[in-house]
């Protein structure tokens, strides 16, 4: 595929072709692989089996998010299930010498937000994980995407995976964003203009003045959703926003290496005059705050809008999806998404737990109180989110204002750690997923973004930010 | 399982990912589409049915296998007893999942699919991989696209990890020439 003008997914690619032969997968090379306590354990049991060792622990990274208590970290986890699968990841770990951020360590988070801060996520760089949102990554221009535990275990006993290349698809957005919109409405409108699997079998680009005036927390929380269009990938042309945030981290490279490092990371830019199997335009000056109503990331409006109504739909399968959406969601075709009661509002998850969400939700909360019928939980993406929180008088803010500040984890993102709803409960939470039961069985999820969730928090209602500003 | 963008948390909700092993996920398998709230079956559920009960081919709408990369989905799947599941699309993730797991992902058209949503409970379907048809009750065969690669490795019973491990002469020449810049002593 490599041609004399190439896309920045094709460049990664072609770096890290290992082996091609006809009819065959093309062998390529990972340069990061991030193991979590989840979708590990099936595949060291499987490098038991054979006798394998893991072959790169030095370009293999662990940590422990998905299955842990956000509550102080000094008391024992209560669920014996999740406490066996915690120990197991550490154990391991320390059987195969892979590095492990565990329960105790000062680097503990969740697997996309320590990756991005430590430095190990680089531009370039191909990456995997067991984990879907895995794409977070490819915020740096590193092609970056999920797999499953036969592929971790391929991973680990060879650092190289059988894959074929995906279509590529840009997603250009231009304009300046308004006050009140965020990175997570760029992509909560994205996913609504192409639906959950209308990126299905390719790797994204963004481009375009919205995305590239982006911080990295942003583009982190862009990318990190494209996988909830169906994408494999989602990629960020690297650029100085990314060479700054990354100078000085403890991974990056240092001194000459860092100059060098540079050097190569600005030739992996997307070539002028190179096509895309696919593009879409989003107008950026024209996007408000987005929210989803249904059981899918796909089925968003703006937070002005109104629930669809079935009626209006022409085919029958589309038809019948928003009518059952709507029933689980206990919603009334037709009717404004705004001045929805809520019970909780989450603000945590891969997609907007690092300090950058956790400020603009503080300052919206600053000197309020949050409606006393709603449950606030504010869950930091990892230990240094924490720290960085405290430095900046955050935890006050947020306790001040009524809500429940708790330790960093997936949380009620997965609701596999007991953080979760109740039946009939509804929230709205910055996480990425709203499918049936995905907060807890029966629990009903609106998605948006911090400022939302924090303007809702204060009433108790969907709130647009921008009414309460 | 008409409904469109079947995700992998209401195939396998990840409350039971908890576990460190791949078996007994099939009792959990759609769990909170399948059971009531005091653990008993809700009657109506397909899987739930004489019909479910002993199914080999789940018919499924658009998109099967969205979401999470979960690879307990294609597990539970097929401790059920599932070998073939039939939509006009995959998530890719799940797809590659699936083939690694020995259920066959058929994709078929958008009329092929209609079709088999019509036919009566009873009704049978034949796969084979070999040629890559599927047969319907009246006759009708249907080819499905398969990964060429991924069709050797499970009619031939090829093993997909030593594959790659037979490629290290290639892996070693790669990490020769291969340039890190990742700061490995991460100070």
Known sequence: MSGSVRTLSQKVWDNHLVREEAGAPSLIYIDLHLVHEVTSPQAFSGLRARGLKVRRPDLTVATTDHSIPTTDRSLPIVDPIARNQVEQLAKNCAEFGIPHYGVHSEHQGIVHVIGPELGFTQPGMTVVCGDSHTATHGAFGALAFGIGTSEVENVLATQCLLQRPSKTFKVHVDGVLKPGVTAKDIILAFCARVGVGGATGTVLEYTGSAISSLSMEGRMTVCNMSIEAGARAGLIAPDDTTFNYLHGRPFAPKDKYWDEAVARWKQLPTDEGATFDREVSIDGNSLEPMITWGTNPGMGVSINGAVPDPSSIGDPLERDAVVKALQYMGLEAGKPIAGRPVNVVFIGSCTNSRISDLRAAAAVLKGRKVNPNVRVMVVPGSMEVKRQAIAEGLPEVFRAAGCDYREPGCSMCIAMNGDQLQPGEYSVSTSNRNFEGRQGKGGRTFLASPLTAAATALTGVVTDVRTIL | ?187
């Open chain 2, 1 to 187: 399982m008409p409904n469109n963008n079947i995700d992998t948390d209401q195939i396998i909700p990840a409350r039971f990912l908890k576990t460190t092993s791949k078996e007994g996920l099939d009792k959990n398998l759609f769990c909170d589409w399948r059971y009531n709230a005091d653990g008993s079956e809700k009657p109506d559920f397909i899987l739930n049915t004489p019909r479910g009960k002993g199914a080999e081919v789940l018919l499924a709408g658009d998109n099967f296998g969205c979401g999470s990369s979960r690879e307990h989905a294609p597990w539970a799947l097929t401790q059920f007893g599932f070998r073939a599941v039939i939509s006009t699309s995959f998530a890719d993730i799940f797809k590659q999942n699936a083939l690694k797991n020995s259920l066959i992902p058929i994709v078929v058209s958008p009329d092929v699919h209609a079709k088999l949503f019509a036919l009566s409970e009873d009704a049978k379907v034949a796969v084979d991989l070999a040629s890559q048809t599927l047969t319907l009750p009246d006759g009708q065969k249907v080819e499905f696209p398969v990964d060429s690669f991924s069709k050797t490795c499970l009619l031939e019973g090829i093993d997909e990890l030593g594959w790659i491990l037979k490629q290290a002469p290639a892996i070693e020449a790669y990490e020769v020439k291969r340039v890190s810049t990742l700061n490995t002593l991460g100070n």
